[in-house]
C-alpha cells in the first residue's frame, strides 16, 4: 500500500477536462503525494474520461491516485482507492468490492466515534474538517485540531481539510495530521505550483 502522508491534493469540481488536466500536471510534480479526483457532474463518460486521464498523470508521477465515492469508477480507471463518506456499510462493501490492498478514506468531520467505526469497517485513513474555515464548504461542521492526536491510536493514518494553506498548513502537521487534503488554497492560487510546493514544505519543519 501507498505511503499515506504529505500533500494530498483534491480537485477543483469542474466540467472543464482541459483546465483540469493542465492544473493537476503544473503541481503533481511540485510535493503532492495524493490526489483526490472530486467531480459530482451527473455526466458519466465526462467522469471517466477526466479520471482516466487523471490516472495516468497520477502513475506517471508516482503519486497515489484516489477517487471520491465511486466505487466502480475507481475499478474502471485502475485508482489506488476512493474516498467515502460516513457510511459503515458502505466503507465494508468497498473494502470487499476492491480488496485488501485498495486505499479506502472516510470523512469523519470532527467526531473520533466515527473514525474508529470507518476504521473498524476497513478505512485506510479517517479524514477531519473542517479545520480552518472552508471556501468550498462554508458551512462544514469545525473539526478540532486535538482530534489528530487523539487519533493517533486509531493506527492508520489521518488526513486534515477545510481551509488549510501554506500559512496554517505547519500547525496542522504539528497537531498531528499525516495528510493535508486542500482544493480552493492549491488550484485556485496565482501560482498553484508555488503553492504545492510551500504547502509540501510543512512535513519538512
Known amino acids: 500500500m501507498a505511503t499515506l502522508e504529505g500533500l494530498y491534493a483534491i480537485t477543483p469540481d469542474t466540467d472543464d477536462s482541459e483546465r483540469l488536466i493542465e492544473l493537476v500536471s503544473d503541481v503533481l510534480p511540485h510535493g503532492v503525494r495524493l490526489l483526490q479526483y472530486r467531480n459530482k457532474s451527473q455526466d458519466p463518460v465526462r467522469r471517466l474520461w477526466q479520471a482516466n486521464l487523471l490516472a495516468s498523470l497520477c502513475h506517471s508521477h508516482g503519486v497515489t491516485f484516489i477517487v471520491n465515492d465511486d466505487v466502480e469508477l475507481a475499478l474502471s480507471v485502475g485508482a489506488d482507492g476512493v474516498h467515502l463518506g460516513r457510511d459503515d456499510a458502505a466503507i465494508a ?28 469497517a476497513g478505512a485506510s485513513y479517517v479524514a477531519f474538517g473542517a479545520v480552518f474555515p472552508s471556501g468550498t464548504k462554508p458551512n462544514a461542521v469545525r473539526a478540532p485540531l486535538e482530534l489528530f492526536g487523539q487519533a493517533k491510536r486509531l493506527g492508520v493514518p489521518s488526513a486534515a481539510i477545510g481551509g488549510i494553506t501554506p500559512a496554517n498548513a505547519g500547525e496542522v502537521v504539528t497537531a498531528g495530521a499525516d495528510m493535508l487534503a486542500v482544493i480552493g488554497a492549491l488550484f ?8 504545492a510546493e510551500q504547502l509540501a514544505a510543512a512535513f519538512r519543519r
Open 188 to 195: 485556485d492560487a496565482a501560482d498553484p505550483a508555488q503553492t
Open 93 to 120: 462493501a468497498a473494502r470487499a468490492r476492491l480488496g485488501a490492498d485498495a486505499i479506502i478514506g472516510a470523512s469523519c468531520y470532527d467526531d473520533l466515534r466515527l473514525a474508529e467505526a470507518a476504521v473498524a
